[in-house]
């Protein structure tokens, strides 16, 4: 299930992906990790930090109940969340990057890429 979730990501998701492989600052992420039974976005194991990326489906009722008891679940493993909207990659990505550096207790200035 992992391997085609990684076949088929969404744009955000793809979007995300390229920008943490390239500025990954020691911190290793998987895409489409699987965590017991749940599958999520990005899991970096050295941080503890899932980051999972939201789309419109998970404003529906029945996603937020599912959502809320898999971070219940995550949580009591030890991991922390990070939720990140697709607006959010599309219109400010390196916001984005500050929210996970924060999250990671890493300095979140961003010198300019060349």
Not at 44 to 56: A, F, H, N, T, W
Not at 59 to 73: G, K, P, Y
Not at 86 to 100: G, P, Q
Request: hydrophobic share 40%.
């Amino acid at each position: 299930m992992a391997k085609e979730l990684r076949e088929n990501m969404t744009t955000s998701e793809i979007i995300l992906w390229d920008f943490l492989r390239r500025r990954n600052r020691g911190m290793k992420f998987y895409r489409q990790a699987p965590i017991d039974r749940f599958i999520v976005d990005f899991y970096c194991p050295r941080k503890k930090l899932v980051i999972e990326v939201d789309g419109g489906i998970h404003e529906q009722a029945d996603n937020r109940e599912s959502d809320i008891l898999r971070e219940e679940f995550l949580r009591k493993k030890g991991l922390r969340i990070l939720r990140i909207r697709n607006a959010e990659i599309f219109h400010d990505l390196s916001a984005v990057w500050r929210r996970i550096l924060q999250a990671c207790g890493q300095k979140t200035h961003i010198p300019p890429s060349h």
